[in-house]
């Protein structure tokens, strides 16, 4: 009964080890010529993500800690109510 158990424990890391392993690229298609002007719009696309994404993860960090101050107060506010 130990080995079968011992057994499934190991097949569990396996499993999460294949999981978390990253995918192979996949290798990119043979585009026609008339796809390369299309190409320009894409490469001003992928210079402004960096700075979306900083954007994003700061106006979300803003508002975390925004909710964070919200709460510590209203827990402050009902703690002096009950003690009043």
Same mark, same amino acid.
């Given at each position: 009964?130990?080995?079968?158990?011992?057994?499934?424990?190991?097949?569990?890391?396996?499993?999460?080890?294949?999981?978390?392993? $990253? $995918?192979?690229?996949?290798?990119?298609? $043979?585009?026609?010529?008339?796809?390369?002007?299309?190409?320009?719009?894409?490469?001003?696309?992928?210079?402004?993500?960096?700075?979306?994404?900083?954007?994003?993860?700061?106006?979300?960090?803003?508002?975390?800690?925004?909710?964070?101050?919200?709460?510590?107060?209203?827990?402050?506010?009902?703690? $002096?109510?009950?003690?009043?």
């Amino acid at each position: 009964m130990s080995k079968l158990i011992a057994a499934l424990v190991a097949g569990l890391f396996a499993a999460g080890a294949f999981a978390q392993a $990253a $995918a192979p690229a996949a290798a990119p298609a $043979a585009k026609p010529a008339a796809a390369a002007p299309a190409a320009a719009p894409a490469a001003k696309a992928e210079e402004k993500k960096p700075e979306a994404k900083a954007e994003k993860k700061e106006d979300k960090a803003a508002a975390k800690a925004a909710e964070k101050k919200e709460k510590k107060a209203a827990k402050k506010k009902a703690k $002096a109510e009950k003690k009043a």
